[in-house]
């Protein structure tokens, strides 16, 4: 075929008051695959012991941290908001196993420790003792 049938028959196809319209096809990625990496991982807290029992710590080291409470506060450590300990003077740690007396009408307690009523129930303190010691102690019972 000659270039000017060619012509006829596409003037033919197109009307003359019609825009002549093409489609671009853009280059594109194949979709991925699946990946075991999921974005929705959480990164581990880290949570537990920071001072182990016999170590000597200065003011305002974190001595533990935790979500919830396993271990309490004793002599000269703080209870911070989120439930980490923290030593508030100078000196060694000390970490007893002490029996509690929880307030059985608080509704936590009563949810954590159901059916624990006549049980004697052993917690962990921290305690921070000073290496410089302050005379305000008192004679509880000799031995």
């Keep these: 075929m000659s270039f000017n049938i ?55 080291t974190i001595l533990a941290t935790q979500l919830t409470t396993r271990f309490h506060p004793g002599l000269n450590v703080g209870f911070g908001r989120n439930g980490t300990l923290f030593a508030m003077e100078h000196g060694k740690v000390y970490v007893t196993c002490e029996p509690i007396d929880p307030n059985w009408d608080h509704t936590w307690i009563q949810r954590n420790y159901a059916g624990r009523q006549d049980q004697t129930i052993y917690k962990k303190f921290f305690n921070v003792v000073p290496e410089k010691q302050h005379q305000r102690f008192r004679l509880v019972e000799e031995i």
């Design 6 to 60: 060619m012509q006829k028959l596409t003037m033919q196809c197109l009307k003359v008051d019609q825009p002549l319209i093409t489609t671009i096809r853009n280059a594109s990625k194949k979709t991925g695959g699946s990946t075991r990496n999921k974005k929705g991982h959480a990164r581990p807290k880290h949570r537990g012991w920071r001072v182990q029992d016999g170590h000597h710590v200065s003011e305002g």
